[in-house]
């Protein structure tokens, strides 16, 4: 399949983020559109504005890397947006096949020694793949999102939690947030896999159920979940002011690890102890050992 239109929408999105100020450029006279011309980027970029054009209708197939940075430099792409742009001119070239990640089996099971590496770990962590599915947590990890999986039939999914339970809004405390950065997620998933079914049959759903998904999915953002900081408020311990850091798993594709801390001494690493007991105590209640 030409994925001509998602090229187009990609780079009409980014120019359309970048102003003329901050492209350096001088602003003459009333604009009619947001962002950049395409004349403006096309002399950033070095090249003609017919050429930049007609890669921007989607014609990426065989553009040299040369052309595509020049592009990236344009329209100020960061890190996470310069490699979906490299991405999609692959696809586009039908050399897709040749990064693509490798299937992995449908129902995905966790490894008992991934689950001991997990159950390890003192702090929450959980392992997530591109889907935003929620494989694998060990047991701080599975108190601290007890939500999602109180609201998941089956296999809980993040951007399905976000955008169609209720229990969101309160879980983040900047719920615009959290779901632009999910939805960004899937959307560099899509650019990394665009052949996963489970993918596009999540989007469909959610473009489906979801005016805030199908708005934010249009945007065309993308981003690299690698460090950083979140909030949440837990239903039992409250607020939760955590730093994260991402790693993948070599072993499982498209697989990561995301382990959560507190600053030591902080109000939230005393909740995490409080976090800690409540968990182990939910754990060994009659109704959690007839599960």
């Known amino acids: 399949m030409s994925n001509r239109a998602e090229v187009h929408d990609f780079l009409t999105t980014r120019r359309a983020k970048i102003t ?6 001088p602003v003459a006279g009333q604009r009619r559109v947001p962002g950049l011309r395409r004349s403006e ?10 050429y930049y054009a007609k890669l921007e209708r989607g014609a990426l197939a065989g553009v040299s890397a040369g052309v595509l940075e020049a ?17 999609l001119a692959q696809e586009a070239s039908g050399t897709s096949a040749l990064v693509r990640p490798s299937r992995r089996p449908r129902q995905w099971t966790v490894r008992p020694s991934l689950q001991w590496t997990l159950d390890t770990i003192t702090a929450p962590a959980i392992v997530v793949n591109n889907r935003q599915d929620l494989l694998a947590a060990n047991l701080l990890g ?6 999602v999986y109180a609201g998941a039939d089956g296999v809980p999914n993040f951007g399905r939690y976000t955008f169609l339970d209720s229990t969101a809004h309160r ?5 615009d947030l959290a779901a632009d950065m999910t939805v960004a997620n899937l ?44 909030t949440f408020h837990h239903q039992v311990v409250g607020s939760l002011e955590l730093a994260y850091e991402t790693m993948d798993l070599r072993a499982d594709d498209g697989a990561a690890m995301t382990l959560y801390a507190a600053q030591p001494g902080s109000p939230t690493a005393q909740a995490l102890t409080l976090l ?3 968990a182990a105590t939910s754990e060994n209640s009659p109704a959690a050992s007839q599960r």
């Open 20 to 25: 003329p100020e901050q492209a350096g450029l």
């Open 41 to 50: 980027v096309a002399a950033l970029a070095g090249m003609s504005v017919e």
């Open 71 to 87: 592009i990236a430099r344009a329209l100020q792409l960061d890190d996470a947006e310069r490699a979906h742009l490299m991405r």
């Open 142 to 147: 599975r108190a601290m999102y007890s939500d």
């Open 171 to 175: 879980f983040y405390p900047d719920w």
């Open 187 to 230: 959307r560099t998933a899509a650019g990394k896999d665009p052949h996963d079914k489970g993918l596009h049959d999540l989007v469909g759903e959610l473009s489906t159920r979801s005016e805030d998904f199908r708005r934010r999915w249009s945007a065309h953002n993308v981003r690299i979940h690698g460090t950083g900081r979140k």
């Open 276 to 278: 800690a007991s409540w």
